[in-house]
């Protein structure tokens, strides 16, 4: 089949620049169901790794893990089948679709997140970001996490009813507050969270969960890890994307990297307790990270995320 692949373009986003989607259309040709419908198709066009049963446009841009690839590579010649767990979110004034689910290859299962966009009912975008444990090495927090344990959540699946939601443009500033926050962590907050607001990171809790007593940092709430300036380490929040908002469900997607120099070592928290970094070396993390919005706060954050190497460009760039 041909795939209508463009030529590799790459570039790297300024230091804390952000690309935002644009002002949704008023009258989209493919609605919500439509956007849903695509997802459904193509995954089940990826279990039975038959890619030809989908609508391409010519100039389809597909990329697994922040790599541009051929239509037909990757997970498409490996996944076996998929978890129940199936969280669908769209953006059809600018035909995007976005998923987070759970991909099986042979014996192992992996978090996994899918951004589409649809064009003349045409896949013109394809972005898919697997953590596959067998990839994440022993070392950092990435040894915390096991095959994903996914369940639906309704506060990701519920509507925000209309006195609460905030214009789109404020929701990505909102999302956008987080990543500064997270950047060069001080205790300072640069974004708004509400008090049950909690994150999932490749399917593992890393707040408010009292399992993980290794790791004290994850026992706390969104807002109070930040306010203890533990993510000091993470130098730039860099290539932020923000290509789909669901203004219904008060959801933002983003992609962005997380760059470490390794250049810190032990630093105190804001309450004084001197901890060590857990990144010693030069390294990023690339992920796609899912906000829920309620009432101009964050209520609930869902990310896939993975190692890739330093300071690597996105292919999604400008």
Sequence with gaps: MRSGLISVFVATLSFGQTIAAPRAALSPDCDRACLYGFVDKYLEALVHHDPVRLPWSKGVRFTENNVLLQIGDGLWGTASGLGDYRLKFADPGNGQVGFFGVVKETSASSAFAVRMKIEDHRIS?????????????????????????????????????????????????????YFDTLQLNDGTLFTQFDENCNRLENGLQTTNNPALASRPIWRLGCEAQFKLGNYRYDDRLRARRFPLVDEERGLVLAAAFIDHSGRLGTYQLTDGTVVESPWRRPHSLCMMELFKIVDGKIRQIEAVIFSVPYNMPSPWGP
């Design 125 to 177: 975008e394809l972005e898919t970001m697997v953590f596959r444990l067998a990839d994440a090495g022993s070392t950092g927090a990435q040894r915390f996490f096991t095959e994903p344990q996914l369940v639906d959540k309704p506060i990701l699946l519920d509507n925000v009813p209309e006195p609460l939601r905030r214009p789109r443009e404020r929701m990505i500033s909102i999302a956008d507050g």
